[in-house]
């Protein structure tokens, strides 16, 4: 069975451009959710989505968006981008309990 | 209150046992985890404890929990050189969907 699929590895772009990340999560996987990791902040929790609808959101600004189609794939996008946006992005896929979340290998984004 | 403590770092000796400890405050959790992180890699899931539980073993990983200090331990038997990396420990509370509550992570070291 395939794992989570993150692409692409790595993006530079510069301020004020955006973004669109994208994740495909574990076969039958309905849940997809998404984090940043950043030396200063850890990993943070940003969304979740099941089944199309997001059900779940942390702390971050508007500039930050997701969506997730019919068959689970989900994307991120980041609008507006900032230095402070430069991070390592980690989505993770669940059946959609609360029981074993698995992570991609995540995309580096660095912000110029 | 979200919070989870982790201490820093651990150097060890190939071949002795790793014990990595973990703090957290709010005893509603459901579930609790051990992830792995090498160097420029997304997370790995190691184990994960239902939080009714107090231990749980699988082949060199011991997870202990103690809900009354709120303390939760992952033993490393036989450590290895690839067992070099960042722990991170983390909890999930009952209905916040795909939201884990990470701690700072401890970075194991194991000289040969």
């Known amino acids: 069975k395939a794992g989570v699929t993150q692409t692409p590895r790595y993006l530079i772009k510069t301020r004020g451009q955006q973004v669109t990340l994208s994740c495909s999560p574990i076969s039958g996987h309905r849940s997809v959710s998404w984090y940043q990791q950043t030396p200063g902040q850890g990993l943070q929790f940003l969304f979740e989505?099941?089944?199309?609808?997001?059900?779940n959101k942390g702390n971050f600004p508007g500039r930050f968006s997701g969506r997730q189609f019919s068959n689970s794939r989900s994307e991120m996008n980041v609008s507006t981008l900032e230095l402070g946006d430069s991070a390592l992005y980690l989505c993770a896929s669940s059946t959609g309990g609360s029981e074993k979340l698995f992570f991609g290998s995540g995309t580096q984004l660095s912000v110029l | 209150g979200e919070d989870v403590e982790q201490s820093l770092f651990l150097s060890v000796r190939e071949g002795d046992s790793s014990v990595i400890n973990c703090t957290y405050t709010d005893s509603s959790s459901t579930y609790l985890y051990w992830y792995k992180q090498e160097p420029g890699a997304g997370l790995q899931l190691l184990t994960y404890?239902?939080?009714?539980?107090d231990m749980k073993q699988d082949q060199r990983l011991t997870v202990l929990l103690n809900k009354k200090d709120k303390h939760l331990s992952l033993r490393i038997a036989d450590t290895q050189t690839g067992d070099s990396a960042i722990y991170f420990c983390a909890e999930i509370f009952s209905g916040n969907t795909g939201k884990l509550i990470f701690g700072q992570g401890t970075t194991l070291q194991v000289k040969p």
């Open positions: 989505y099941f089944s199309e609808t997001q059900r």
């Open positions: 404890i239902f939080s009714n539980m």
